[in-house]
């Protein structure tokens, strides 16, 4: 079936440096790619959203850019914040088998030092 | 405003002892599924639902069950809770676009459940 595997963390960073946090999937569709960040006491919510092979998606300085040859979708930023601080998980979703089409990876925990 | 409403946030319970935690969202959605966040394990899929009176199981259905009586709500409804449901557990929605491809699921906050 699908999968998702990212970096477990935790991850911890000083303010401004540079993130990656690696992303990589199995799927026997083709799948839209989704970034979700899950800050302290909250759910889950959308952080950015690739649905095509090329694809980068983007959103409050995060990217991630959906790569066919490789099956990842690496997220990046060039300078965190510490408000970036948060549990990431990658995860997709085939449309070839819509309702158990979203599957998560297991999260990564991002922390940033003042 | 577009939201999913658990509710309650925080239950601790007792095993055997049957609960419900209720899931409802305000956009209309076709799609609804119930999640399981463990540590190490990321989230797990529990059940779904594509529409109202249609309901199919996750990845870890054991112990669980679900209706779909109306649109709006999907309850989670555990029959006899065991320690090993302690988890933290997340509903979410979605719309259905069909050929157009997948949208992004909206979660709710979450409900903390400890069954001692």
């Known amino acids: 079936g699908d999968s998702v595997t990212q970096m477990e963390g935790p991850v911890t960073l000083s303010e401004e440096a540079f993130l990656t946090i690696n992303c990589t999937y199995t799927a026997t569709g083709y799948p839209s790619l989704f970034w979700y960040v899950q800050y302290p006491g909250e759910g889950l919510q959308l952080l950015l959203k690739a649905t095509k092979a090329d694809d980068k998606g983007s959103n409050k300085g995060f990217e991630a850019t959906y790569r066919k040859e490789t099956t990842s979708f690496h997220l990046e930023k060039g300078s965190v914040q510490v408000s970036d601080s948060a549990v990431y998980f990658c995860?997709?979703?085939?449309?070839?088998?819509?309702?158990?089409?979203?599957?998560f990876g297991p999260g990564t925990r991002l922390s940033v030092l003042p | 405003e577009a939201q999913v409403t658990q509710n309650p946030r925080y239950l601790i319970t007792v095993t055997g002892k049957k609960l419900t935690v209720t899931c409802s969202q305000n956009m209309n959605h076709e799609y609804m599924s119930w999640y399981r966040q463990d540590p190490g394990l990321g989230l797990r899929q529990i059940y779904y639902?594509?529409?109202?009176?249609?309901?199919d199981k996750g990845d870890v259905p054991e112990g669980y069950k679900v209706s779909r009586k109306e649109k709006r709500n999907f309850p989670l409804i555990l029959e006899s809770p065991s320690p090993n449901q302690t988890s933290l557990y997340f509903c979410?929605?979605?719309?259905?676009?069909?050929?157009?491809?997948?949208?992004?699921?909206?979660f709710g906050s979450g409900t903390q459940l400890s069954v001692l």
């Open positions: 979410a929605s979605s719309r259905w676009t069909g050929v157009e491809g997948s949208e992004k699921l909206f």
């Open positions: 639902s594509m529409n109202v009176e249609v309901t």
């Open positions: 995860a997709l979703s085939d449309e070839e088998f819509w309702g158990q089409n979203f599957v």
